[in-house]
């Protein structure tokens, strides 16, 4: 990746339609609703492929990091393979970074899992969404997974705080937003505090929690995806551009917020040009050890 010549790098995009499998249409009401919630506006009416995507960044010369949610045991929906996305980071690795998801119900095998993914197809980093997988982030089912992470200095992506998936489903979709609350992190940040952890997304209605976690753990990221910047709050802008401005990341949460639009709202937000630069593109460079590569 010639980091040099990328304008910026996204840290939080989803592979939305695999390209080695038939698409699981079961739990297709959570896509409908996240929708309708986001606005999204589909090209050809169906979210993109993994192709499609990167066609997308590399036109904007944006790097990405892109994963899929593996979300088997709780909603029940087959994932995308993690193996299928980092094919396509290694047939890519100008402007992809490849990170997997493991449901942490899967155990032992998921942590035999993650030392595969890690040393046979490359993957850079993990990704976790307590919500949709339904567990705290400091349940010790998920430390195995994390002993592994760990071991290899990757980081890992926790969603956090309110959550698109299931609003304004009867019940939420059966989803609790208790498990994206983003103090259970703290715990996981103590207990790994050589593992880089990113808590994704302003965590409302937490989000001075995430801030307070941030700034007593040096471990510790916040990513901005999932939020048009014109809505953040002042604390979490204030915070952005002073004591965290070496921890926070461009981030959209693609496709369902798309980058030109993050970008172009961001351009609106009192950000000192120096920090403007950290968010985004320098501190994804240094979370990722990307200087290394």
């Given amino acids: 990746m010639d980091i040099d010549r990328l304008v910026a790098i996204d ?3 989803h592979a939305e339609v695999s390209c080695c499998q038939p698409p699981d249409l079961f739990a297709k009401e959570f896509d409908e609703a996240a929708d309708k919630y986001f606005g999204t506006i589909l090209k050809a009416g169906r979210r993109p492929t993994i192709p499609e995507t990167i066609a997308h ?28 996305i980092a094919g396509f980071a290694r047939e ?40 949709m997988q339904g567990f705290f982030a400091n349940d010790r089912l998920a430390y195995p997974l994390y002993e592994v992470i760990a071991e290899h200095g990757l980081p890992a992506v926790f969603h956090s705080g309110h959550s698109g998936m299931g609003s304004g489903m009867r019940g939420g979709g059966g989803l609790r937003l208790k498990y994206s609350e983003p103090i259970h992190l ?38 901005l995806s999932g939020w048009s910047p014109k809505y953040f709050s002042p604390e979490l802008v204030k915070y952005a551009n002073t ?40 501190n994804a460079v240094r979370l990722l050890d990307l200087r290394k590569h």
């Fill in 243 to 282: 004591l965290l401005k070496d921890r926070v990341l461009f981030a959209s949460d693609f496709p369902l917020i798309q980058p030109d639009r993050w970008l172009a709202d961001f351009d609106t937000l009192p950000v000192k040009p120096e920090v403007r630069a950290l968010i985004l593109k320098e």
């Fill in 92 to 131: 890519n690795a100008d402007i992809m970074i490849a990170f997997a998801s493991i449901d942490p119900h899967k155990g032992k095998m998921g942590a035999r899992e993650a030392r595969q993914l890690i040393d046979a197809h490359g993957v850079r980093g993990f990704k976790f969404h307590p919500t």
């Fill in 57 to 84: 960044y590399r036109e904007r010369n944006i790097g990405f990091v892109m994963f899929t949610v593996d979300c088997e045991a709780n909603v029940g929906r087959r994932r995308i393979s993690n193996e299928e």
């Fill in 11 to 13: 840290t939080h995009v």
């Fill in 186 to 223: 703290d715990d996981v940040a103590a207990d790994f505090p050589d593992m880089k952890i990113v808590i994704a997304h302003p965590s409302w209605p937490w989000q001075e929690q995430a801030l307070s976690i941030a700034l007593h753990k040096p471990n510790v990221y916040i990513d």
